[in-house]
């Protein structure tokens, strides 16, 4: 019973997909454009800045530090 209903529906969608009515062609007006080419030029000034950059002795010295964290669960447990 469960196959023959399965069956028919899988038929009655096939024939309402076949049985829609085809949409005519809408036709597009095209617009024509014209291309304006603009070029501007800015002007920057460098401006002279003394920044100031961390020296480490040792490399990679952030992620060695980021990497070395501890948590609670990581201390010693007295007993």
Request: hydrophobic fraction near 45%; aromatic fraction near 8%; avoid cysteine.
């Amino acid at each position: 019973m469960k196959t023959i209903a399965t069956l028919i529906f899988v038929l009655f969608t096939g024939f309402t997909a076949q049985a829609q009515k085809a949409t005519e062609e809408v036709k597009v007006e095209t617009v024509e454009m014209s291309i304006a080419i603009e070029i501007t030029v800015e002007e920057t000034t460098l401006e002279n800045k003394a920044e100031v950059a961390r020296l480490y002795k040792r490399e990679n010295y952030r992620v060695k530090k980021a990497l070395s964290f501890t948590t609670k669960r990581n201390r010693a447990k007295m007993a």
